[in-house]
């Protein structure tokens, strides 16, 4: 792009949008070390950095751009940027007076001490309101992290820091650390995904355990993909367990535990009183870890509101804990189980927990989770007495036809408040097509139905819709395969989408 048009743009942009820009497609301006004809004055910034013979940066005319006063933009994404000292000028300068430049992204970029230090003072700066910092495969050394750091000890607007990919040493989350154990740091939210280096891990986790401890304001905290294991998550839950903690979401998805991890989050489960979502899915926590879990979300303060143990290595052997939490905690509507080999007897279980009158789950996921349509009738039994479950994913199971012209008498049921249903890849033809319609003609809160990647041929998409096209139904969005279907069934479906213009397929 050219460089001209991209800041006349960014200059005469009067609403609130997002630039995203790659810094080696910029046309019109050379690089840093070809530049030198390109010289600026000499100028202080904050009157604590003076600023010699720096050449123009290929980020000047962007920067005086969103210097400009109708300038409005709030996102700003820079991809294969290098941060030189130059670069860090000019965007500090920015900062300086910017009053909408709200969120901040690097992508895939080397920075520079000498650019990070000046960029962090311009985000010291009283008028600098950028809210979010995102560093996604980036270069960054420890003293880079330090300037960071001395940014989360200063600024009132910084409430959101992301590291994704970027490899970090011990000692930069160390300092990292010392910024957010400051009493003027307002971050709410830290992530750390894929950031730690292996032999770090341990120390790391000691360093935010120190945080937690310190810092009553941070409510997210994402350490997935990072190689913790429960030695790790040992020394972390020791900062979560401390009263000053206020964690509200915690991501330890892919962090290499096991069941011994959950003994010591089970213990912190019972006495944090601020916890509404646990994410650990992909560890190998098998039966006897999640049972763990759901003894500390038994003797919980009940107020845990999403649960995601996908792909954990479980069983039907957990799902009668499993179902005693559903039973007995009220706040739970989330519960992903995808990936696991629950099969019949695991489902038939979760159903008992399904149909307790304190059961209050919205969104339950079975996606791969190896079952048959032998369950259908523990499914129909419950929705005839849950009335708040919402969103319900049996994708990749083997339901078959039978199966669902059961389910189907669950979903036809007064009490079934249903809203989503995904049955992709459940084995299903035109067979199952009828009863299926007979929901549809019947339930009025369905709104998504999900039957791609099942061998559904003319006649049972042509059924569907006649039921679709009354006015009783209200499904909007409806997933099926159009290969191979024939002329007059798109017919048919064209004149659907004249009838209601709304849905989608």
């Keep these: 792009m050219d460089i001209l048009a991209m800041s006349f743009c960014v200059k005469s942009s009067h609403s609130h949008l997002s630039v995203s820009l790659k810094c080696q497609h910029l046309i019109g301006f050379e690089e840093e070390e070809q530049a030198s004809a390109f010289m600026i004055p000499v100028f202080t910034l904050n009157q604590s950095f003076k600023l010699h013979n720096l050449p123009v940066s290929r980020l000047h005319l962007l920067c005086q751009a969103l210097r400009n006063p109708c300038c409005k933009i709030k996102d700003l994404k820079l991809i294969f940027c290098h941060l030189t000292a130059s670069c860090g000028r000019d965007l500090s300068l920015v900062f300086e007076t910017n009053q909408y430049l709200t969120d901040l992204e690097f992508v895939k970029n080397t920075l520079e001490d000498s650019g990070m230090r000046l960029l962090c003072e311009g985000l010291k700066q009283p008028n600098c309101v950028?809210?979010?910092?995102?560093?996604?495969?980036?270069?960054?050394?420890?003293?880079?992290?330090?300037?960071?750091?001395?940014?989360?000890?200063?600024?009132?607007?910084?409430?959101?820091?992301?590291?994704?990919?970027?490899?970090?040493?011990?000692?930069?989350?160390?300092?990292?650390?010392?910024?957010?154990?400051?009493?003027?740091?307002?971050?709410?939210?830290?992530?750390?995904?894929?950031?730690?280096?292996?032999?770090?891990?341990?120390?790391?986790?000691?360093?935010?355990?120190?945080?937690?401890?310190?810092?009553?304001?941070?409510?997210?905290?994402?350490?997935?993909?990072?190689?913790?294991?429960?030695?790790?998550?040992?020394?972390?839950?020791?900062?979560?367990?401390?009263?000053?903690?206020?964690?509200?979401k915690l991501d330890l998805s892919t962090c290499y535990l096991t069941d011994a991890s959950c003994m010591e989050l089970s213990s912190f489960l019972q006495v944090s009183q601020t916890?509404?979502?646990?994410?650990?899915?992909?560890?190998?926590?098998?039966?006897?870890?999640?049972?763990?879990?759901?003894?500390?979300?038994?003797?919980?303060?009940?107020?845990?509101?999403?649960?995601?143990?996908?792909?954990?290595?479980?069983?039907?052997?957990?799902?009668?804990?499993?179902?005693?939490?559903?039973?007995?905690?009220?706040?739970?509507?989330?519960?992903l189980l995808i990936n696991n080999k629950i099969e019949d007897l695991g489902l038939k279980w979760l159903c008992e927990g399904l149909k307790q009158p304190d059961c209050q789950l919205k969104d339950l996921a079975l996606w791969t989770c190896h079952l048959t349509g032998e369950c259908c009738q523990d499914l129909c039994n419950a929705l005839y007495t849950n009335e708040y479950l919402r969103d319900l994913d049996l994708s990749d199971n083997a339901l078959g036809d039978e199966g669902m012209q059961v389910l189907c008498e669950g979903l036809k049921h007064p009490s079934c408040k249903l809203q989503t249903l995904w049955l992709a890849?459940?084995?299903?033809?035109?067979?199952?097509?009828?009863?299926?319609?007979?929901?549809?003609?019947?339930?009025?809160?369905?709104?998504?139905?999900?039957?791609?990647?099942?061998?559904?041929?003319?006649?049972?998409?042509?059924?569907?819709?006649?039921?679709?096209?009354?006015?009783?139904?209200?499904?909007?969005?409806?997933?099926?395969?159009?290969?191979?279907?024939h002329e007059e069934t798109f017919r048919k479906m064209e004149a659907l989408k004249m009838s209601k213009p709304g849905i989608t397929w």
């Design 275 to 335: 916890l509404k979502e646990l994410f650990v899915f992909a560890n190998t926590l098998g039966d006897i870890g999640v049972q763990h879990l759901c003894e500390g979300l038994q003797h919980a303060q009940g107020i845990i509101e999403s649960l995601v143990l996908s792909q954990c290595s479980l069983s039907a052997a957990c799902c009668e804990s499993l179902a005693q939490v559903l039973s007995s905690t009220r706040s739970l509507t989330r519960l």
């Design 425 to 485: 890849e459940c084995h299903l033809t035109d067979a199952c097509c009828g009863a299926l319609a007979s929901v549809l003609n019947r339930n009025e809160n369905l709104t998504l139905l999900d039957l791609s990647g099942n061998d559904l041929k003319d006649f049972g998409v042509q059924m569907l819709c006649d039921a679709l096209i009354q006015p009783i139904c209200k499904l909007q969005t409806f997933y099926i395969d159009l290969d191979h279907l």
């Design 130 to 248: 950028l809210q979010t910092l995102r560093l996604y495969r980036c270069l960054i050394s420890p003293a880079s992290c330090g300037a960071l750091a001395a940014v989360l000890s200063t600024s009132q607007w910084l409430t959101d820091l992301e590291f994704r990919e970027t490899k970090l040493e011990a000692s930069a989350l160390k300092l990292l650390c010392e910024g957010l154990k400051d009493p003027n740091c307002k971050l709410q939210k830290l992530k750390l995904c894929a950031s730690f280096l292996p032999e770090s891990s341990e120390v790391v986790c000691n360093y935010l355990a120190s945080v937690l401890i310190c810092n009553p304001n941070l409510t997210e905290l994402d350490l997935s993909e990072n190689p913790l294991g429960d030695t790790g998550v040992k020394y972390l839950c020791e900062g979560l367990r401390h009263s000053n903690c206020k964690v509200e």
